[in-house]
């Protein structure tokens, strides 16, 4: 296979696996993926259970499209994301049911649970409401995740980023597990949030973990 080819079924695998997971349902979400100087992203209006390889779309970074059909319709933010972001080699967006839900009460993840820093911080922001599809969308998105690699779409879903599609699944994952911890905790009575100091912590032995596993 090309590089392409299975980069292409690396796309389609993990849309599937959104579905299996139960963080994006019928044709809800998108996502995307670096193609060399190039992306790689999921069609419009079309369920992945009819989904291929062939069906993504590739488009050049100023949104144009080089191969396949019409792009989800929010191909924008999914460029501009990778073209501000170097550190980013994948985006998801889902409308999974507890991020979305926590996304209708415009409400930030605070640390209630340490896994939020997952999301690359100690918070999972909430961005302004706007348009879907549209460039203020793109720009509100951007201003929330900044230095993050997640955050919250008001009264829309999530984004989750990361260095390819495995790692953007995986904050995918963690950021639905932390939104769920807090609407139950909010419903039970008032959570405790981790301190600054903590969520330090966290970072640190978060990062010495990385750092073993790559020796």
């Not at 690396?10 to 579905?19: C, E, F, P, Q």
């Not at 100087?37 to 779309?57: C, D």
């Not at 605070?110 to 997952?118: G, L, N, R």
């Not at 699944?169 to 769920?180: G, P």
């Amino acid at each position: 296979m090309t590089p392409e080819a299975e980069l292409r079924a690396a796309l389609l695998h993990t849309s599937r696996r959104l579905v299996e997971l139960g963080l994006n349902r019928g044709t809800s979400g998108n996502a995307s993926v670096r193609c060399g100087e190039q992306i790689l992203i999921t069609p419009a209006v079309l369920p992945v259970s009819e989904m291929t390889g062939k069906s993504m779309v590739l488009m050049a970074p100023d949104g144009a499209v080089l191969k396949g059909g019409q792009p989800s319709s929010e191909w924008r933010f999914h460029c501009d994301i990778l073209n501000a972001r170097p550190d980013v080699g994948a985006v998801l967006h889902t409308h999974a049911i507890f991020s979305t839900t926590l996304a209708c009460l415009r409400r930030e993840v605070p640390a209630v649970h340490y896994h939020v820093a997952f999301g690359g911080g100690d918070s999972v922001r909430c961005a302004r409401y706007a348009l879907f599809g549209e460039p203020p969308l793109s720009e509100h998105a951007l201003e929330a995740l900044h230095g993050r690699k997640a955050c919250l779409l008001a009264n829309h879903g999530m984004i989750a980023l990361g260095t390819d599609l495995d790692d953007a699944l995986s904050v995918a994952e963690e950021v639905e597990f932390v939104c769920e911890v807090y609407w139950r905790a909010l419903s039970a009575g008032e959570p405790h949030i981790l301190s600054a100091q903590q969520m330090h912590e966290v970072g640190a032995k978060l990062a010495a973990h990385r750092e073993t596993q790559g020796d």
